[in-house]
Every structure is written in C-alpha cells, then in structure tokens.
C-alpha cells in the first residue's frame, strides 16, 4: 500500500509544480478560473502560468512558453484553443514535462479521431502522460490542488470521484460541498486518449486519504482491463458507479440471440457486480453510498433493526428493506427484553420498534443505546415524523452523540428526518457534521443495502477460474473447414463436433447412409429416437417431410427411414442427401439458453438465462466477463429466475445446476481460446435432475481468425 511520488501517478496527484498553458487574466476565461482555484485553494506547490500575452497573471510572474519556466514542471495544465494544443503539447513534451491535463474540447468527442492521437504521440514522444483531452481538470486533496474550473473551497475527505462526464463533475463537486461531504481527489478523464478508470483506480485505491471511489462511466473502453483493476480494487476499498447510456446500439447488429440480448447495459450492470462494484441508479443515491461508506462501519451481523416514531414511516422503511435485501431482525423475545422497558406502554418493541408519536429524544436516546448493544443487530435505521412533541433542540445533541458513539463500535447507524422547517434545521446541522441523515425512507435504507452487499462481497473468497480441458485442435480444424468454404458460421454437424470437443453433453446422433445403418444406430442410442434429413440444401427440414420424431420400435425406424428419403426426392428434388441423423429423443426437462460472444467493451463474456423460444421476449439472462471461477459461475445462475425452475418447482426435483456450471465454463472455454469463433449459443439447453442436453447449437465465426480480445496474452 506504499505511495511512491515518482512512480507511477504519484506527480499527477501530488505535483511539485503546476504551469497553467492558456492562463488568461479575464475573469470569464476558464484559463482564469482554473489558475485562480489553483491559488485560492491553496496549492502549495510553484504555479506557473504560460501565456505569451502577459508578463503577471494574479500577481504570478507569467511565462511566454512553458520551455521558459526556469524549474521542472510535474504538470501542466493546458487552456488554449484546440489548434494550439499540438504546439503547447510538443513544448511540454520537450521541457520533460510529467502530466498534461488537456481541457481542451474539440478532439475525439466531435470526431476529429486523427488530432487526438497526433496530441498523444507528441506527450509520449517526451514521456508525457495525458489526462483528457476534454476535461475540467483534476482536484486533488493531498496537494490542496484544485486544477479545475470547477467551484472552490472544495472539502477534504475520504471520497474520490473519476468521471466521463464534466458537467456532472463538476456539479458533483457543488453537490458535495452541499451536502458537507470530504473529497480526497477529483479527475475528469474526458476523451480517455491516454489515462483512463482502470489506471486511475489503481492508484486510487492505493492512496491513504481515499476511502471510497466513485466512478462515473458512460462507456467503457479496453474493459477486460478494467475487470481486472476493479475485482482487486474493491475488495481494498468500495467502489460505486454510475453509468449512463442504456443503449443497445452494439445489439442491434448482432447476429444471434446473445448478442441482441447483451444490450451493452446490462453486460455492464452483470460485470460490475462480478467485480464487486456497486452501481447506484442516480447520482444522488451514489452520492448517499458514498457518504455512508465514508462515515459510518461496516454491519458485523445480517440483522437490521428500525427505530421510528411513526408505524407509517416504519412499513415504508420495511418495504424498502425487502427491495435493498437487507434483512430483519425478528428475534422477538431479544427485541422485547431491550425495548419494552424504555417505551411507551402501547408502543412496539416489534421490528420496526415503534417508540410512538409520544416518543422524547430521551426515548431515542435509549434505544439507540439498547441497540447498539445488541450483538445481532448488524445496522440501525433510525426513522423521525416530526412531532410537537419532540423537542427539536434537545434531539439534534442525541442524534448526534449516539451516531459517534456507533461510529466508534463500528456499527452503522443512519437517520431519516421527515417534517417541516425544524426538521430541516436539524438536517443541515448534522450533514454537516457528518452525520448519514436523509430525508427518504428509501434512501437511507438503500444506504445500509450497499453496505450490506459489499460487506457480503468481501466475505466471498477469491476463486480460482475454471478453465476445463477442451480440444482446441479439433476446433480449429472444424473451424477452418467452414472458413475455407467461405462461411461465417457452422452447419449442425459441425457445430456438433465443436461441443462433443468441448465436453458439452450433446443428444446421441450418428449419421446413417442406410436403413441398415439406421437401425444399427437407433438401437446403439435406445430407442425412442428422432431422425433427420442431412442436407445443407434443405434448410426447413420439417416442411419436406424430413424429420421424424419418437420413433419407438425398428419396423418405425425403417419406415421413417424410407420416409424421409422419399419425401425429400419428391419435394426437394435438386437437394445433395448427405445421410439421416439418427438422434436420441431428448426428453421435455428445464430450458436454458447459454452463450458466449465477444463484447466490444470487455471482450470474452458468457450468458445464462431463461432458453426456449421466448427468450428475446423474457430476457432473463445473465452475463459475466471469462474467465470465471465456480462461484462467479452459480452467481450468474442465481441472478435469473430460471434459478428458481431449476431448484424445482412444486415437489419437482432439483436439476443438475452443477452440470449448466459445467456447460457455461465449457463453452466460454471455447470462446476464450478459439479466436475464429465470436458467438456460441446453445437454446435450448435442457436440464435434468441427472445431466442435461445440447438440443440446438449456433455458432458464428468471427470476422478475422486474428487473436482478438482472446488468450493472445496467456
Ligand atoms: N500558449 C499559451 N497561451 C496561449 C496559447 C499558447 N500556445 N495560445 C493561446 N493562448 C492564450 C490566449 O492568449 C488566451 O489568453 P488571453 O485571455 O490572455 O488572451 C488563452 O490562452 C485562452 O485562449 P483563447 O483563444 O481566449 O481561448 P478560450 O479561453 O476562449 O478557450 C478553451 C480555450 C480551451 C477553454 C476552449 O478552446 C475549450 O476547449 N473550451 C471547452 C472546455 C471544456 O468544456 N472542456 C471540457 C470540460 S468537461
């Protein structure tokens, strides 16, 4: 966990020196503003402002280049016009310059692709490295340095904010303010030419003074990367995220189910959660997570306990527990023991222990103490309606003492005031002292909701992938075969070899030229079976007459046989017969659909949910980033509800979970090794109490056989 300055990102966070490229002296010029935070926030560090225009800006001598600075530069800052980058970065670059925060717009956000990567190679050229362009600069608490055009008089603390989007960033840091919480560092990545989350994070998580990081992502670029930073990064520390852009624009060109049902989001929603990373809905709710996780401990039991004055409040708080999954404590007889003595005698020492409209701040002030001495009690939700009762000047002191004195045993404790002016009073005094209060039942229980799921994150241990032995050779060879016939996907038989040299349980099929062969492999399988024209002609093989299902004796088997043939020369007549599939009669069992493709932003992913023919319509699946480990892989299973059909429903018996685990590892294996395949599905995949069955197989080929996004690093 050491900080070492001059490795790494250490001068970005802490430089010795700043230059402001593009200092203005006019007070509406965001060259202006951001020299002036630099100064008013007390950055301690030397402040050089460039501008060949002025010899002083805000009393600081002013340098007409930054090649005229007469020390090192840690980092500079850069204000000029999007033309004038390149020159301002090649200076930079020649001076020796460490970081370049580039807050110029005008790049690839509007297009212009090509000058991006001109600025980037001109940094790297003096081993420069880039944040932006396109941002509001960064803030950083260690160095009280606020290089941005943000507001001042930022607030030090135990949360670091990295974001996409600069206008929300900087209304973030407003927010903040606002809202009385500490900031230890603030960047804006814009346009990601060069830093991005995924290197921000690792230092981030590495640094004292950060707590908690926040991350605001509108899309995500080298994810696979990013999965790997974060699934380390939050077990040292909460992350929570944000993300906009629902879009499904990547679906929409997909080719298979997986694909169109990968809609970027919720690719992003499933792998955030295997990373452990907690995405909140609105900024608002991310903000309060952040503040929680700042101020208050972490719940050492599952059990939750509400104190409130008012039943109404108490069912709400109730109900929003079940949403958040944050459990109960209905230990009666301890509830009763700890409670009844300190209330009014018809309140409720049931949860939510109900201290009545009567209740004093001294009625409050006990329970939070019985409280907190109770070991099962993981976390408290105080609620207040405010009453005439209460006395809003004696209830702010309680309030108060009681959330330290949980801070100090480590137990969370957060508040929801609801009422008029005096409660809003009391609201403001304590969020500026740091007390967790709301005004939402909702909010504060979301609050103690992601507590819970990270606490419950960390306990998991960290697993081994599951990486199962396939027959890459024999893939390939498939592969290549089809590619060589100019194809991007494979035929039923081919795509039948790929799963049998992957392990994946296929139906029992083998192809026969002749009746005899037919009856031979009917009773080699057992009978019932079902036969199938082989043909690469006939695509709709039940509309000619080429399928025959549950055929239960030899004399069907030859009568099917002869059938098929028949029916195929009458009514297919130019069609090349290849033989007849003689398959095993898959019986009825749960239907799941598991895929495999590569996601444009975190490359190998596996999908698992609810199969059959309504599967688009449903779209009860799950995804997470390869490679996975064994707990990863039922996680995913248990986020659908085709988890609850396969623990049986209605005395039915449990199916082989164990066995779809097996198929998913299988097939991402697959995925992750072959690089000439991009999509697997197999829809239906039927589960049985013992075992299960590849019914239907898809595969597509990728454009290129070139080791995209696959194991080229292993
Ligand atoms: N070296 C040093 N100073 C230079 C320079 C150079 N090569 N070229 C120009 N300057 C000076 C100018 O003289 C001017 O100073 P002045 O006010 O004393 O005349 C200053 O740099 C700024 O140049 P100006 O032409 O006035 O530009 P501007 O201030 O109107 O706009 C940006 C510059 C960078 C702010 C603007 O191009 C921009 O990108 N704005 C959007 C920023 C943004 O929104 N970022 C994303 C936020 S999330």
């Given at each position: 966990m050491g900080e070492n300055l001059s490795s790494g990102l250490g001068h970005l966070f802490e430089p010795r020196s700043v230059a402001v490229v593009g200092a203005s002296e006019r007070p509406e010029k965001i060259g202006y503003k951001v020299l002036a935070n630099i100064i008013a926030d007390g950055y301690r560090g030397r402040v050089y402002p460039v501008n060949p225009r002025h010899r002083e800006i805000l009393g600081l001598r002013c340098y007409g280049?930054?090649?005229?600075?007469?020390g090192e530069v840690d980092l500079a800052v850069i204000v000029v016009p999007a033309e004038q980058v390149p020159g301002a970065v090649r200076a930079c670059a020649s001076k020796g310059v460490g970081f370049l925060a580039i807050i110029?717009?005008?790049?690839s956000e509007v297009g212009r692709i090509d000058e991006e990567r001109r600025v980037l190679s001109l940094a790297r050229e003096g081993g420069a490295r880039v944040l932006g362009p396109n941002i509001f600069g960064i803030y950083s608490a260690r160095a009280s340095l606020n290089a941005t055009f943000g507001p001042g008089g930022v607030r030090s603390g135990g949360v670091a904010i990295v974001t996409q989007s600069g206008a929300l960033g900087v209304a973030m840091m407003g927010k903040t303010a606002l809202e009385g919480m500490g900031l230890s560092a603030v960047v804006s990545v814009g346009n990601?030419?060069?830093?991005?989350e995924a290197e921000l994070v690792e230092h981030l998580v590495r640094q004292e003074d950060t707590r908690i990081i926040l991350l605001y992502i509108e899309g995500v670029r080298r994810g696979e990367r990013l999965v790997e930073t974060l699934e380390r990064a939050s077990r040292a520390k909460p992350i929570v995220v944000i993300k906009s852009g629902r879009s499904r624009r990547g679906a929409a060109a997909a080719a298979s189910h997986t694909g169109s049902l990968a809609g970027s989001d919720e690719v992003f929603e499933c792998i955030m959660k295997q990373c452990g990373v907690m995405r909140a809905e609105t900024v608002d709710e991310a903000l309060a997570w952040c503040k929680v996780f700042d101020v208050a401990g972490r719940p050492q039991s599952e059990d939750t306990l509400i104190i409130t004055n008012g039943g109404g409040i108490g069912v709400l708080a109730t109900d929003a527990c079940e949403r958040y999954g944050v459990r109960l404590s209905d230990d009666l007889p301890a509830l009763r023991e700890a409670f009844s003595p300190l209330m009014p005698s018809f309140g409720s020492p049931r949860n939510p222990v109900d201290l009545t409209g009567q209740a004093s701040a001294d009625h409050y002030r006990r329970a939070f103490d019985a409280a907190l001495d109770m070991a099962g009690v993981g976390a408290v939700v105080s609620l207040y309606c405010e009453t005439a009762v209460l006395v809003s000047s004696e209830f702010t002191p309680v309030l108060e003492g009681a959330f330290r004195r949980y801070r100090e045993r480590g137990k969370p404790l957060v508040f929801c005031l609801f009422g008029g002016r005096s409660t809003e009073e009391i609201v403001q005094v304590l969020r500026s002292r740091d007390v967790p209060v709301f005004t939402e039942p909702y909010k504060a229980v979301s609050c103690v909701g992601a507590l819970y799921r990270y606490v419950r994150g960390l306990a998991a241990p960290v697993e081994e992938p599951v990486r199962p032995d396939i027959r890459v050779d024999r893939i390939e060879e498939t592969v290549g075969a089809a590619r060589a016939d100019g194809r991007r996907f494979l035929y039923a038989l081919e795509a039948r070899r790929v799963m049998e040299a992957a392990g994946v349980p296929m139906p029992k099929s083998s192809t026969a030229w002749s009746v005899e062969e037919a009856v031979a492999s009917a009773k080699r399988i057992g009978l019932p079976v079902a036969m199938k024209v082989v043909s690469r002609d006939i695509l709709h093989k039940s509309d000619v007459g080429g399928v025959a299902l549950d055929l239960e004796s030899e004399r069907e088997v030859v009568e099917a046989y002869e059938a098929i043939l028949h029916n195929c020369r009458a009514r297919a007549p130019r069609a090349v017969v290849e033989g007849v599939e003689v398959m095993e009669m898959v019986p009825p069992g749960v239907e799941l659909i598991v895929g495999a493709r590569r996601d444009p932003s975190f490359g190998p992913v596996v999908m698992v949910g609810l199969g059959g023919i309504y599967v688009e319509v449903l779209r009860d699946v799950s995804f997470r980033a390869l490679p996975i480990g064994r707990r990863q892989a039922l996680s995913m299973i248990k986020d659908t509800k085709a988890y609850t059909l396969l623990l049986g429903v209605r005395g039915e018996e449990r199916r082989d979970i164990e066995g779809v685990m097996n198929v998913v590892f299988r097939v991402g294996e697959v995925l992750r090794r072959c690089p000439g395949i991009s999509d697997i599905e197999v829809n239906p995949l039927r589960v049985y109490p013992r075992g299960s069955r590849a019914v239907d197989v898809r595969i597509l080929l990728s454009e290129s056989s070139t080791k995209e996004g696959s194991d080229a690093h292993e």
């Open positions: 280049s930054v090649d005229d600075v007469p110029t717009s005008g790049f990601k030419a060069d830093l991005d």
